[in-house]
Nanobody, 117 residues
Framework: QVQLVESGGGLVQPGGSLRLSCAAF????????MGWYRQPPGKERELVAQ???????NYADSVKGRFTISRDIAKNTVDLQMNNLRPEDTAVYYC???????????WGQGTQVIVSS
C-alpha cells in the first residue's frame, strides 16, 4: 500500500513562486518514478514533471526553465519548486508514484494552486 501526502499550494500572483512537497509512505521496494501531474479547470490531467529512482528527470515543455523537481530517495519525498508562475499554471496538482514492477498508479489527494492577481 502506498500513501502520498502533499503540502504546499495556495494563491499566488503572476510571477510569484510556490513550493509543493509530497511524502510517500509505503513498504514497496524497487525501481520507481515519482512526480507531479496537474489538472486545470475543465481539462485533462497532465504531466508536469517526474523523476525516477536514478534521477532521470522529465518536464512538460510548458514548465521548463520555471519549475524544478527534486527528490530525496532516503526520505521518500519529492518537491516541486515553481517560479515565475502564470495564470495558466492554475490547477489541482497531484503527487504521483509508480513502481516499474506494479501496473498501478498511486495518487495524492491533490493540492490547489491558483495564480491570479
Amino acid at each position: 500500500q502506498v500513501q502520498l501526502v502533499e503540502s504546499g499550494g495556495g494563491l499566488v500572483q503572476p510571477g510569484g513562486s510556490l513550493r509543493l512537497s509530497c511524502a510517500a509512505f509505503d513498504n514497496i521496494f524497487g525501481p520507481n518514478t515519482m512526480g507531479w501531474y496537474r489538472q486545470p479547470p475543465g481539462k485533462e490531467r497532465e504531466l508536469v514533471a517526474q523523476v525516477d529512482s536514478v534521477y532521470n528527470i522529465n518536464y512538460a515543455d510548458s514548465v521548463k526553465g520555471r519549475f524544478t523537481i527534486s527528490r530525496d530517495i532516503a526520505k521518500n519525498t519529492v518537491d516541486l519548486q515553481m517560479n515565475n508562475l502564470r495564470p495558466e499554471d492554475t490547477a489541482v496538482y497531484y503527487c504521483h508514484k509508480r513502481y516499474s514492477s506494479i501496473d498501478y498508479d498511486y495518487w495524492g489527494q491533490g493540492t490547489q494552486v491558483i495564480v491570479s492577481s
